[in-house]
């Protein structure tokens, strides 16, 4: 198959982790005879600087024209000055609102060799395997901002259209896993909470073989870390996801290792690692490319439609942990390019057994 691919490094390790990705996805190419091809456009800090904005038109048309996005990280302490009037992070949102990406796919699945990394006791990590989906264009993000010396507001607004399309789209997720949604919320307090929970509840009748569960967001943050395997499809609001999220990651031992898949009805998808830019690591070799390939594996499996390729990359995945090959983060000494040259060989190892086969 045919298919473009928009690389948006971004900042920090961005770029580190995006060579890694866009790697696997030439071996893939390669290897099943398809015809990727790439370019590489500015997104975030590093659009600031060289055009004095975070989203330049270019990197919007040809990331809306593209099959895929495949995006780093942008962001760091660089372009974080509280009085800047433009941030790398308003790329991003503004990237995510125009290819209207409004499904924020990010699984947690915790790898047997990894669960004494996490604080938690390895017995309660045995079976998890979350899905979050997080709402991705609407909410605290993207509403009215106000300021003045001493007050500010940013409004969290939801329209039942909003919440009913990422609602179904977690539904239509559980179908094929384990049937079961659970809503995050803050209907005790907060009206598009309970705007939220009542769509839910209402989507829910389209699907009546899957089970839908409500939980308050501060509960579920403890239930996340007291009882993650009792949970399978999360969904939730855009604020509630992105905090979520980087709990989870203390499930699976890293914040380098989770990826994501950003899908709207129709458009790109976008495809990032959930970590930043990680300015602390940046420009060393270090970073955990591993979010990064797995985001590659979900472009495979929702945006080109090579399912048995997306399998392969986290079947070798897998393997390369097995085999200890692992970053700083993790406890390891490999360095970003050990990890994507392991990566690579086991691909290779899985081509081969296949031939043989
Ligand atoms: N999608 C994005 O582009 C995105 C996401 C989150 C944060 N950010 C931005 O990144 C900047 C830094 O934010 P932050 O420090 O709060 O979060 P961060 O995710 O960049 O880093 C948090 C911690 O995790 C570590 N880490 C993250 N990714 C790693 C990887 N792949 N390998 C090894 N270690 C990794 C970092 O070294 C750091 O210690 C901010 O400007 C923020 O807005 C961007
Ligand atoms: C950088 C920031 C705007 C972004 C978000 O909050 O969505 C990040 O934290 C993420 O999780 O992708
Ligand atoms: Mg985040």
């Known amino acids: 198959m045919k298919a ?32 990727f091809s790439f370019s590489e456009h500015l997104i975030g800090g590093c659009a600031i600087d060289a055009q ?13 024209q593209a099959d895929a996005v495949l995006l780093g990280a942008v962001g760091g302490p660089r372009w974080s000055d509280p009085k800047a009037k433009v941030r790398p992070e308003q790329g991003l949102l503004r990237l995510r609102a125009e290819l209207g990406v409004y499904a924020n796919l990010r699984p947690v699945r915790v790898h047997p060799r990894l669960a004494e990394l996490s604080p938690l006791k390895s017995d309660r990590l045995g079976g998890v395997d979350l899905l979050f989906v997080r709402e991705l264009t609407g909410g605290a993000y993207f509403g009215a901002k106000t300021r003045t010396a001493d007050t500010a507001t940013d409004e969290t607004r939801y ?16 179908r094929s896993r384990g049937r079961r949604v659970t809503s995050v919320d803050k209907a005790n307090v907060l009206e598009t909470s309970r705007l939220w929970r009542e769509t839910a509840q209402r989507v829910a009748h389209e699907f009546p073989d ?5 939980q308050l967001v501060d509960s579920m943050a403890m239930l996340l870390l007291t009882r993650p395997a009792a949970y399978d499809v999360i969904v939730t609001e855009n604020l509630f996801g992105d905090i979520l999220t980087d709990e989870a990651a203390a499930l699976v031992g890293s914040l380098g290792l989770l990826p994501s898949a950003s899908l709207g009805d ?16 940046a420009g060393r070799g270090v970073a955990n490319p591993i979010g990064a390939i797995l985001s590659v594996a979900m472009m495979l499996r929702y945006s080109l439609d090579l399912p048995e390729e997306a399998g392969r990359v986290e079947a070798a995945v ?40």
């Open 318 to 357: 897998d393997r390369v942990i097995d085999a200890g090959v692992l970053t700083r983060d993790l406890g390891g000494e490999a360095g970003t390019r050990e990890v994507t040259a392991a990566v690579l060989a086991q691909l290779a190892a899985l081509a081969a057994t296949r031939e043989a086969a």
């Open 52 to 64: 004095g904005d975070p989203l330049p038109a270019e990197t919007l048309i040809v990331a809306k």
């Open 4 to 35: 473009r691919i928009a690389i948006l490094p971004g900042d920090g390790i961005g770029p580190e982790v995006t060579a890694a990705a866009v790697s696997v996805l030439r071996d893939v190419a390669a290897r099943g005879g398809h015809e």
């Open 266 to 281: 129709g458009t790109s998808g976008l495809y990032e690692p959930i970590h930043g830019s990680a300015p602390d690591i």
């Open 210 to 214: 899957v089970a839908l569960e409500h």
């Open 159 to 174: 329209t039942t259209p909003e919440v009913e399309r990422v609602c179904r789209r977690a539904f239509q997720l559980a």
